[in-house]
Every structure is written in structure tokens, then in C-alpha cells.
């Protein structure tokens, strides 16, 4: 059974880095028929999807956030991870790891890491 | 991008009925249509795929229709545990997008 779990900072102060981690068990990372995506979603509202990476490190930004998140990862660790820089209060949120399979649908959730952005 | 449109956003319904809930793209996404329930707290979880592809462990009671820009989930016999929130996704092009949502609440 695969799953993913997030790990990170709580708590990020405004114009600094947000990084998080997300853990994979239960399957490889490097498998060619998965990418892995992070998405985002602010208290008591909708998704939004960040990016995605592929095991080739092939990367997709969502436009809104391109300028400021690089997604990465390590084979090595199993891991994967988002850097968000230059954060603001509005990057305020649950950060949730996700795989995406077949036509870039997501079967496999971390429970997701909140993140508060606040002096 | 492509902009995702839910209705209705909220919706009340008792154990047993059957619910519907549409999602309509803002240009044709083919059957790129994914859906997702949400409950309190907790991750996403993958329903539908496809636009009707029904997720392996999924209970048969959910299921989905449509192609193009407008799209169908529809429960049918609402249980307690399908009280929570669906989001729509489209998965044809990036930035890949999601619904509003539709909370579905105890009558």
C-alpha cells in the first residue's frame, strides 16, 4: 500500500522559503508510470494545484506560482519536495503530496501539512 | 486555463436519496474529468476518473457521466458516510484545476 506523508516547517515568516518533504512508501518513486504533484488548499476553501515532477525531472508550475516554487526529487531518499519562496500571507495553507497516474489523475494522498505564514 | 464551475455549492439531502451534482469546463476537456470526495480534515479521495471510470474500492452507488464541458456525479442512495465535500478536476492540460466544491450536508 503506498503512501506519502508531508513533513516541514509549521510555521514560515513572510519574504522566506516554505520547504516541505514528502516521504514515499509502499512503492518506488522513480517508477515511470507515476508523477508526483503538490497541491495546496487555504482554510475552508478549494484546491489549487502547485506543479508536478516527473521521474525524468521534467517539471510542470502552475503560471500563478511559477516564478517562485521549484519542485525536486531525491530517488535516493524516496522523496519529493516544494520550495515556495518570497512567501506571503496568502500562501497560508494545507499543503497536500499526491501521485498522479494514467490521464493525471491523483490515487494516492500524503494527509496533508499545514503551513502558516506569519511574522 | 481551463475554469471549473460546480453546482450547486452546497446541497441538503437524506440518507437514501439520490444526489447529482454537475461540473461544467470553460472549453471542451474531452473526458479528462476527474472526481474527488472530501471529508472533514482529511485528504482528497479519488471517485471517479475519466469522467466515468470508477476507482477501484469505490462503492457502485457513485458514478459519472459526461463528456466535452459539462459533467455528471451522481449517489445513488446517499449513505452516511457520503455526507462530505466532491471537487471536480479537469486533467487535460495544465495548470491542471480544480471545482469550487459541493458540500453535501445532512438534511
Known amino acids: 500500500q503506498v503512501q506519502l506523508q508531508e513533513s516541514g516547517p509549521g510555521l514560515v515568516k513572510p519574504s522566506q522559503t516554505l520547504s516541505l518533504t514528502c516521504t514515499v512508501s509502499g512503492g518506488s518513486i522513480s517508477s515511470s508510470s507515476y508523477y508526483w504533484s503538490w497541491i495546496r488548499q487555504p482554510a475552508g476553501k478549494g484546491l489549487e494545484w502547485i506543479g508536478r515532477?516527473?521521474?525524468?525531472?521534467?517539471?510542470n508550475y502552475n503560471p500563478s506560482l511559477k516564478s517562485r516554487v521549484t519542485i525536486s526529487v531525491d530517488t535516493s531518499k524516496n522523496q519529493l519536495s516544494l520550495k515556495l519562496s518570497s512567501v506571503t500571507a496568502a500562501d497560508t495553507a494545507v499543503y497536500y503530496c499526491a501521485r498522479g497516474v494514467g490521464t493525471t489523475n491523483f490515487d494516492y494522498w500524503g494527509q496533508g501539512a499545514l503551513v502558516t505564514v506569519s511574522s | 486555463d481551463i475554469q471549473m464551475t460546480q453546482s450547486p455549492s452546497s446541497l441538503s439531502a437524506s440518507v437514501g436519496d439520490r444526489v447529482t451534482i454537475t461540473c461544467r469546463a470553460s472549453?471542451?476537456?474531452?473526458?479528462?474529468l476527474n472526481w474527488y470526495q472530501q471529508k472533514p480534515g482529511q485528504a482528497p479521495k479519488l471517485l471517479i476518473y475519466s469522467a466515468s471510470s470508477l476507482q477501484s474500492g469505490v462503492p457502485s452507488r457513485f458514478s459519472g457521466s459526461g463528456s466535452g464541458t459539462d459533467f455528471t456525479l451522481t449517489i445513488t442512495g446517499l449513505q452516511p458516510e457520503d455526507f462530505a465535500t466532491y471537487y471536480c478536476?479537469?486533467?487535460?492540460?495544465?495548470?491542471?484545476?480544480f471545482g469550487g466544491g459541493t458540500k453535501v450536508e445532512i438534511k
Open positions: 472549453q471542451s476537456i474531452s473526458s479528462y
Open positions: 478536476q479537469q486533467s487535460l492540460s495544465t495548470p491542471l484545476t
Open positions: 515532477i516527473y521521474t525524468s525531472g521534467s517539471t
